[in-house]
């Protein structure tokens, strides 16, 4: 397959700058994949949609403020580092501006924090070191909140509230699982009283989130290795579930991947047209980037002309763009 038969025009004014003003306040395009339709609703209607022996799969890592802002040792200009792995005593990141940065590169972020470069990496990466006397609280006093390249503005204190689901809990992600950033407390209660039971895993977010898909044959692609855990009650409900709902492309690729891998480890899943769905049912997303993986994901579960049709619609009805925006059912 070509990547260019999943593009899409798409407005700028319609890429979500901000979150709405409510957290549940989203608008929510319900397709069913059985009679190729859709539905103009809203997100605070996805409880009318749940049964009895449904269970609501979560991500639930957590975002961790991965941007560092610096300057070189002896130096006045800008550094970034973006903090996209642990790898024992290093880090894997990537550094701006790179040409400027080689190994040895010592980064301040602040008095007694600050990184070296120590080793070129695949892709422009980058393998750093950090030091403070308390590693994870100088990254959360000092550090961004990693809103995506689209949003064109600078995080502020709101952001560190909104880019981060309700229920995160396992630290370690470079980006939000943006599909579980539109649910309450309340609207978690109501989906419990439709019926629906609910369980979490784990999939830390990395950096293939940001990357572009590098080959213009969808199949030559690779996604990066993200971590992902499945404990045994969530194996166990998924696995007696009459319908998996998952929220979220992470979630999908951590249920597929755990029906595949088993209950832990690494995947670089890609999901694409053609792929068998094992255990994912209905799927509830953001809208994604065009001839991005993330929309390659939704094309093979909803089929790519519905998909991408219900994505022209979307565009028609001025529906909000990718993390901070809208949302869709896939039923």
């Known amino acids: 397959m070509n990547l260019s038969q999943f593009d899409y025009d798409l407005p700028e004014a319609l890429i979500a700058q901000h979150p709405p003003a409510e957290r549940d306040g989203a ?64 880090w ?48 959360q006093t000092h550090g961004h909140m990693p809103l995506p390249p689209y949003i064109h503005r600078p995080d502020n204190e709101s952001d560190s509230e909104r880019y981060q689901t309700v229920f995160a ?16 407390e309340e609207v978690l209660a109501q989906c419990e009283q439709a019926g629906a039971a609910r369980t979490e895993v784990t999939l830390h977010v990395g950096l293939g989130t940001f990357q572009p898909l590098h080959s213009g044959t969808v199949e030559e692609n690779e996604l ?11 194996a166990e409900r998924i696995n007696a ?54 929309l390659l994901l939704v094309s093979a579960f909803a089929g790519h002309g519905f998909t991408m049709a219900a994505y022209r619609h979307a565009v028609e009805q001025r529906y909000r763009f990718f993390s901070y925006g809208d949302c869709m059912l896939i039923l």
């Open 224 to 234: 990066h290795f993200e971590k992902f855990h499945v404990d045994p009650t969530a």
């Open 169 to 184: 809990r396992e630290r370690g992600s470079v980006a939000a699982p943006t599909a579980g950033l539109h649910f309450t």
């Open 241 to 294: 579930a009459r319908r998996v709902i998952a929220v979220g492309t992470t979630a999908v690729r951590t249920i597929e991947s755990y029906a595949r891998l088993g209950n832990a480890g690494q995947t670089n899943l890609f999901i694409y047209p053609g792929f068998e769905f094992q255990r994912v049912n209905a799927m509830i997303t953001n809208f994604h980037l065009p001839q991005s993986s993330l």
């Open 27 to 90: 608008r929510m395009l319900v397709l069913d994949r059985a009679t190729q339709s859709w539905q103009d609703r809203m997100f605070r209607d996805l409880p009318s949609y749940l049964r009895t022996g449904d269970v609501m799969v979560f991500n639930n890592s957590r975002v961790f403020k991965s941007r560092l802002i610096g300057t070189r040792a002896g130096h006045t200009g800008r550094v970034e580092v973006f903090l996209a792995e642990q790898m024992g005593d290093l």
């Open 92 to 139: 894997r990141a990537l550094v701006r501006p790179g040409r400027k940065l080689p190994p040895g590169t010592v980064i301040e972020f602040a008095p007694g924090f600050r990184a070296t470069i120590e080793a070129r990496l695949e892709h422009g990466e980058r393998a750093v070191r950090l030091e403070a006397a308390d590693l994870w609280e100088a990254i």
